[in-house]
């Protein structure tokens, strides 16, 4: 079993709507918990970090932690065509390594 | 402009040919890292380098190795022994101590017949 679990997709969703995003993880040393946005084939770009658990907002993007339930979201409002995308989650901790642990990433397409 | 610049973008190279990927960062970094991506898969860390001359392996750094003389400078070698070097090969950096906040370049794409 992955260390960390990431719905493949596609997730297809017409523009304007909410794409809702998940990863499961089993490491309960995760402390930082990221998002990254990649493009095809490009680098990925982070998106935005939380620390432990709670909400974090910055623009259209909501993060969420539940270390109790070992669970982390994603949300994007008001989607655009440009946001269509690989979503990849990534975790650490000092005591999980001090590196990062990825998802493999769930593809989006936010459709016209 | 600062970022993080690899070269070339796609390689080519014939089975048993050792090849050098190089990763360039003018961000000041001290840590930089090099990932290797698989269609469907998550990144696998490959080596990292907290400092300049001194790195350690990641998980999967067999058939690999780096050198880091200089603090912008992180190349990758992929050697022959390397068993399945077609990939995606991505170079990232941190400030020291912020791995949660690691900066990617626009990848290598490495074919190996």
């Known amino acids: 079993q992955k260390e960390v679990e990431q719905d493949p997709g596609p997730l297809s969703v017409p523009e304007g709507a909410i794409v809702s995003l998940n990863c499961t993880y089993s490491?309960?040393?995760?402390?930082?918990f990221m998002w990254y946005r990649q493009y095809s084939r490009k680098g990925p770009e982070l998106l935005m970090y939380?620390?432990?658990?709670g909400n974090k907002e910055d623009g259209r993007f909501t993060a969420q932690v539940d270390k109790s339930s070992k669970y982390i979201s994603l949300f994007i409002r008001d989607s655009q065509p440009s946001d269509s995308a690989t979503y990849l989650c990534?975790?650490?901790?000092?005591?999980?390594?001090?590196?990062?642990?990825f998802g493999g990433g769930t593809r989006v397409l936010v459709k016209p | 402009d600062g970022g993080i610049t690899q070269s070339p973008k796609y390689l080519f190279r014939k089975e048993g040919q050792n090849v050098t990927l190089s990763c360039e960062q003018n961000?000041?970094?001290?840590?930089m890292y090099w990932y290797r991506q698989d269609p469907g898969q998550g990144l696998r860390l490959i080596y990292y380098?907290?400092?300049?001359?001194?790195?350690q392996k990641g998980d999967i750094a067999e058939g690999y190795s780096v050198s880091r003389e200089k603090k912008e400078s992180f190349p990758l070698t992929v050697t022959s022994a390397q068993k399945n070097p077609t990939a995606f090969y991505l170079c990232?950096?941190?400030?020291?101590?912020?791995?949660?906040?690691?900066?990617f370049g626009p990848g290598t794409r490495l074919t190996v017949t």
């Open positions: 380098s907290q400092i300049v001359n001194d790195f």
């Open positions: 490491n309960s040393a995760f402390q930082y």
């Open positions: 990232a950096s941190s400030k020291a101590g912020d791995l949660y906040e690691q900066y």
């Open positions: 961000l000041n970094h001290d840590a």
């Open positions: 939380t620390y432990s658990s």
């Open positions: 990534a975790m650490t901790g000092r005591a999980a390594g001090n590196k990062l642990t």
